[in-house]
Antibody
Framework: EVQLVESGGGLVQPGGSLRLSCAAS????????MHWVRQATGKGLEWVSA???????YYPGSVKGRFTISRENAKNSLYLQMNSLRAGDTAVYYC?????????????WGQGTMVTVSS | QSALTQPASVSGSPGQSITISCTGT?????????VSWYQQHPGKAPKLMIY???KRPSGVSNRFSGSKSGNTASLTISGLQAEDEADYYC??????????FGGGTKLTVL
């Protein structure tokens, strides 16, 4: 079964750091671009970061310079290092697989992990 | 980038058809045939329903269809069923390996 399982969420103080993990199974992880997408409670989805199969990384302005996406293909794992966290970063964070052949859509999603930034 | 614009809510009766619009700009929706749609039930992860404007992933009902004209994409659900009640999000590739989502539309099946 194709599956993504996130972990690492929790409560962190403003200005703090947190590292999220996403374990992939059921597919050849190294062959797919991967993403993080977040959703604040009661709000819409927001694309947070992407990493290509070659390790190239991409971010929107809202997290650039604070968040770092990485992958470890040998462990079928995706990571998101979040630094200088703000209250506005409070959300459920999903990892998602980008579908094949440049379709630029997210075809597999994890169940999400909650990040709360509060003092 | 600014979020794509979707209606906050739509509703329809069982068996009817509804359409959800998603308006972007010439930099995202208007430039790429890379619009996708996601269904999200409360407390669940989003599910891909449409990709590349009008293609359905395996397993998605053919009651779901997508289209695009200019800077506006649309999702149509025909033969509305109770299980279709959910939030729906559009998403567009916006160039330079960036993506933008819509604000979401709550579908109520009356």
């Amino acid at each position: 079964e194709v599956q993504l399982v996130e972990s690492g969420g929790g409560l962190v103080q403003p200005g703090g750091s947190l590292r999220l993990s996403c374990a992939a199974s059921g597919f050849t992880f190294s062959s797919y671009d991967m993403h993080w997408v977040r959703q604040a409670t009661g709000k819409g989805l927001e694309w947070v970061s992407a990493i290509g199969t070659a390790g190239d990384t991409y971010y929107p302005g809202s997290v650039k310079g604070r968040f770092t996406i990485s992958r470890e293909n040998a462990k079928n794992s995706l990571y998101l290092q979040m630094n200088s966290l703000r209250a506005g970063d409070t959300a459920v964070y999903y990892c998602a697989r980008e579908g094949p052949s440049g379709q630029a859509a997210f075809d597999i999603w994890g169940q999400g992990t909650m990040v709360t930034v509060s003092s | 980038q600014s979020a794509l614009t979707q209606p906050a809510s739509v509703s329809g009766s069982p068996g009817q058809s509804i359409t959800i619009s998603c308006t972007g700009t010439s930099s995202d929706v208007g430039s790429y045939n890379l619009v996708s749609w996601y269904q999200q039930h409360p407390g669940k992860a989003p599910k891909l329903m449409i990709y590349e404007v009008s293609k359905r992933p395996s397993g998605v009902s053919n009651r779901f269809s997508g289209s695009k004209s200019g800077n506006t994409a649309s999702l149509t659900i025909s033969g509305l069923q109770a299980e279709d009640e959910a939030d729906y999000y559009c998403c567009s590739y916006a160039g330079s390996r960036s993506w933008v989502f819509g604000g979401g539309t709550k579908l109520t099946v009356l």
